[in-house]
């Protein structure tokens, strides 16, 4: 029974640090640059994240590490390939990336309604 405690307190331990790390992350991010930086983004991507443009994907409300990933791989061109988002992603330092993936993830999510 004791052994049992013990590895439940562990593993709330474990949660907590990992919820604290990943807070720390996005806390270090500028949402305020982010959101800055994303002007040039909002001309296909939409002003609020919510492209009107049929192929364009929605941006509000993505998950933080998911966009990060995705910018990172348009930057490297290698994976995501889209010509007009590699010559977008090029420039972008980690730091540019942070903010924008901070500054996206914070609007409200699109959710799609099916009539």
């Known amino acids: 029974m004791f052994s049992i405690k013990i590895k439940i307190a562990f593993a709330f331990a474990l949660i907590g640090q990992t919820a604290l790390a990943h807070g720390a992350n996005a806390q270090s991010a500028d949402i ?44 490297a061109g290698n994976v995501r390939t889209d010509p007009t988002m590699v010559e977008m992603a090029k420039p972008l330092t980690d730091k540019d990336i942070e903010n924008l993936a901070a500054f996206w993830s914070s609007l409200g999510s699109v959710v799609a309604v099916q009539e």
Do not use: F, T, W
């Not at 919510?50 to 192929?55: A, E, L, N, T």
């Open 32 to 75: 305020a640059a982010g959101q800055k930086r994303a002007e040039v983004c909002m001309a296909c991507h939409g002003e609020k994240g919510r492209s009107q443009v049929p192929g364009i994907p929605h941006l509000a409300g993505q998950d933080r590490d998911y966009l990060m990933a995705a910018l990172n791989a348009y930057r």
